[in-house]
């Protein structure tokens, strides 16, 4: 068990800068999730943790030893890969006590281990076949039990889920999520997949072009994002970004959206964007703040409306899609309230669940 | 063999059977050829005027002048040892050589590999005039030496070939995995790759073997006494003497030469048809 620390890693392929510059902590028994979308890095560090990639520059650290040279199969950790990569000519058995057999470990402490392995991911039936004969959950579990039975300082997934089909991701999240409650360990999870980083980790990282946007708990990520591009890729469905300016309106200040709609800024928040009046900015509100009008609950909902142009039912709300300014924006409503398409609908906007982004430097204000 | 939905035996006489058959003939028919041959009298066996597939009188001789006046059974074994050396060596350097080319990423891979293949493409017609320099120079004229030593330059090429695209069909998630698990380079080849590998060196060795089993140029070149000769070069030196081809005994050890080929293959078609498709499926 222990911590892994970060240190401004950096990897390059010939001209490609792939990770550029990466520091992070990561506390015992963490479970941490790199995100991001394809080509961001998230795999390039995951590999250079496990000591598959060399290091271009910087430093890992796991526990108080630095691995930068430390070869794979001595830095005490175990790798879960997307496609499983069991041995195919192994029993499941064989495959969990392979890490053990060439570490010499007595037989008997072997077989303990993979039986307490097995138990806890209930593959225990399954020890004799091979992996052909297994199906995809049951693969994972094996990969899984492969990790365990090591009982490293610290496990990596390299998008573990992403070989399953959407039920059985659903369901062996929540196993992993078990698992880890059972297991203490440090976890360094890989996905491109939001909600799975959401569900699973104790703190999110999201990358984007080699580098960090913002680190934090999930529900951190999810209130107050820091970037435009972590607002838009955490939460679904996205946020919208409506182009406004900040205008002076009345004794306080207002949001522009359009030429018909003024959203009024609380008093509460006018202070922020004060310095602000009249550049162009970026307006960002999640579908499920912009709802159909309701009672307000605070002094910062504010109503509009609008001409509904697609409505998309998903049994518990119903996405109704508006166009503000050229701008296609997604609210989140109750069934029963929404209207028909090409007719007005009145809507309730939470400001204080909305944010300014700057587009010049993509930063929310 | 089930018939599909709306398919005619006609159909699958027209598409299938016959086009096997034809095959079959073709192919076997030279082993028949070769076997009428050796158990024919030499008085049927000049006579223009009988059947040539029909044999009124079969008879042995062939066979027995065959073993007991030539130095068959001496030739057998030469190509034997010679056959199953040159292809140990050249599987052992292949699986080296295929493995570094397909999974090591160093400066000139590329071009290394490359090389290895150009190699396979330079003719032994011309190769086998300097190789008599080099085997002179190394004191191995006259000895099956001189073949273990030759085969190998048109064997590791092609066994390099044939094995780099091998292991290319092998994930590579295997290999780090294993190197995590707490694997060495090393072991995770020899613990993971090449256990996978198996149908792929089986096909490799097999072609390997054939192929020093029917070599002709080098072992006629390089060998001039009768005892160290192979079974290609000893039949037909020892059997045709100036124009006069013993055809009855040239024909029997043709038939015995190639059985053992046959009996290879046939042992390990199921691991070659698999090791010529490829893949390791997880």
Request: with cysteine.
């Given at each position: 068990m222990a911590q892994i620390l970060l240190k401004d890693l950096r990897k390059t392929y010939d001209q490609t800068e792939a990770v550029r510059g990466i520091n992070l902590d990561i506390e015992h028994n963490e479970f941490v999730v790199l995100v991001g979308p394809s080509g961001c890095g998230k795999t390039t560090t995951l590999r250079m943790i496990a000591g598959l990639e060399e290091i271009t520059d910087g430093v890992i650290l796991i526990g108080d030893r630095v691995i930068n040279n430390v070869p794979p199969k001595d830095r005490d950790i175990a790798m879960v890969f997307q496609n499983y990569a069991l041995y195919p000519h192994m029993t499941v058995e064989e495959n969990m006590s392979f890490g053990l057999r060439l570490r010499k470990v007595p037989r008997d402490e072997i077989g303990r281990r993979v039986s307490h392995a097995a138990g806890i991911l209930n593959i225990?039936?399954?020890?004799?076949?091979?992996?052909?004969?297994?199906?995809?959950?049951?693969?994972?579990?094996?990969?899984?039990?492969?990790?365990?039975?090591?009982?490293?300082?610290?496990?990596?997934?390299?998008?573990?889920?992403?070989?399953?089909?959407?039920?059985?991701?659903?369901?062996?999240?929540?196993?992993?999520k078990k698992i880890h409650q059972r297991v203490q360990t440090t976890v360094v999870y890989v996905t491109h997949d939001?909600?799975?980083?959401?569900?699973?980790?104790?703190?999110?990282?999201?990358?984007?072009?080699?580098?960090?946007?913002?680190?934090?708990?999930?529900?951190?990520?999810?209130?107050?994002?820091?970037?435009?591009?972590?607002?838009?890729?955490?939460?679904?469905?996205?946020?919208?970004?409506?182009?406004?300016?900040?205008?002076?309106?009345?004794?306080?200040?207002?949001?522009?959206?359009?030429?018909?709609?003024?959203?009024?800024?609380?008093?509460?928040?006018?202070?922020r964007y004060r310095g602000h009046v009249d550049r162009p900015l970026i307006f960002g509100i999640r579908p499920e703040h912009m709802t159909e009008q309701r009672q307000h609950t605070n002094a910062q909902q504010i109503d509009f409306s609008c001409t509904v142009s697609v409505l998309e039912p998903m049994g518990v709300d119903t996405m109704v899609f508006v166009e503000i300014d050229g701008t296609e924006v997604t609210a989140r409503a109750a069934p029963r309230s929404v209207s028909p398409v090409g007719a007005e609908m009145a809507f309730t906007i939470d400001m204080n669940n909305m944010h300014l982004i700057d587009p010049e430097t993509d930063r929310v204000i | 063999m089930n018939a599909m939905v709306g398919e005619t035996y006609v159909r699958r006489l027209v598409i299938f059977y016959i086009p096997l058959f034809m095959f079959v003939f073709v192919m076997l028919f030279p082993f028949a050829w070769m076997l009428i041959t050796s158990i024919k009298p030499d008085a049927e066996l000049y006579n223009p005027r009988i059947s040539p597939f029909i044999v009124r009188e079969p008879t042995l001789e062939h066979?027995?002048?065959?073993?007991?006046?030539?130095?068959?059974?001496?030739?057998?074994?030469?190509?034997?040892?010679?056959?199953?050396?040159?292809?140990?060596?050249?599987?052992?350097?292949?699986?080296?050589?295929?493995?570094?080319l397909s999974r090591l990423v160093f400066r000139g891979s590329t071009l290394f590999g490359i090389m290895i293949f150009v190699t396979?493409?330079?003719?032994?017609?011309?190769?086998?005039?300097?190789?008599?320099?080099?085997?002179?120079?190394?004191?191995?004229?006259?000895?099956?030496?001189?073949?273990?030593?030759?085969?190998?330059?048109?064997?590791?090429?092609?066994?390099?070939?044939?094995?780099?695209?091998?292991?290319?069909?092998?994930?590579?998630?295997?290999?780090?995995?294993?190197?995590?698990?707490?694997?060495?380079?090393?072991?995770?080849?020899?613990?993971?790759?090449?256990?996978?590998?198996?149908?792929?060196?089986?096909?490799?060795?097999?072609?390997?073997?054939?192929?020093?089993?029917?070599?002709?140029?080098?072992?006629?070149?390089?060998?001039?006494?009768?005892?160290?000769?192979?079974?290609?070069?000893?039949?037909?030196?020892?059997?045709?003497?100036?124009?006069?081809?013993?055809?009855?005994?040239?024909?029997?050890?043709?038939?015995?030469?190639?059985?053992?080929?046959?009996?290879v293959y046939s042992f390990f078609v199921e691991h070659y048809v698999s090791g010529m498709t490829g893949a390791v499926k997880g």
């Open positions: 225990g039936e399954l020890l004799q076949r091979r992996p052909k004969q297994l199906s995809g959950g049951q693969r994972q579990r094996v990969a899984m039990g492969r990790a365990i039975v090591r009982n490293p300082q610290a496990f990596l997934f390299d998008e573990p889920l992403s070989n399953l089909d959407a039920k059985l991701r659903v369901q062996m999240r929540t196993e992993i939001q909600v799975e980083a959401m569900t699973l980790a104790d703190r999110i990282v999201v990358m984007n072009h080699g580098i960090i946007e913002q680190v934090g708990t999930p529900q951190e990520m999810y209130e107050a994002p820091l970037t435009r591009f972590v607002a838009g890729f955490i939460g679904s469905p996205a946020m919208n970004f409506i182009p406004c300016r900040v205008v002076n309106a009345g004794s306080g200040l207002g949001v522009r959206l359009s030429d018909d709609i003024t959203l009024a800024l609380p008093d509460v928040q006018a202070d | 066979w027995e002048s065959l073993f007991g006046t030539t130095l068959f059974i001496r030739w057998a074994i030469n190509t034997l040892w010679v056959a199953i050396a040159s292809t140990a060596v050249s599987l052992f350097a292949g699986v080296l050589a295929g493995y570094a396979y493409l330079v003719p032994p017609t011309l190769l086998f005039i300097p190789l008599t320099g080099v085997v002179t120079w190394m004191g191995l004229q006259d000895t099956t030496w001189s073949l273990i030593f030759t085969y190998p330059t048109f064997l590791v090429p092609f066994c390099t070939w044939l094995l780099m695209g091998y292991f290319q069909t092998i994930p590579k998630e295997l290999e780090e995995c294993a190197r995590i698990d707490g694997a060495t380079r090393l072991q995770a080849m020899s613990r993971i790759v090449i256990p996978l590998a198996v149908p792929g060196i089986l096909s490799a060795g097999i072609f390997a073997f054939t192929l020093s089993w029917n070599e002709f140029l080098y072992a006629l070149v390089f060998i001039h006494s009768p005892e160290n000769k192979t079974i290609p070069v000893g039949v037909t030196s020892e059997l045709i003497k100036g124009d006069v081809f013993f055809w009855g005994a040239l024909m029997a050890g043709a038939l015995f030469g190639s059985v053992p080929v046959a009996v």
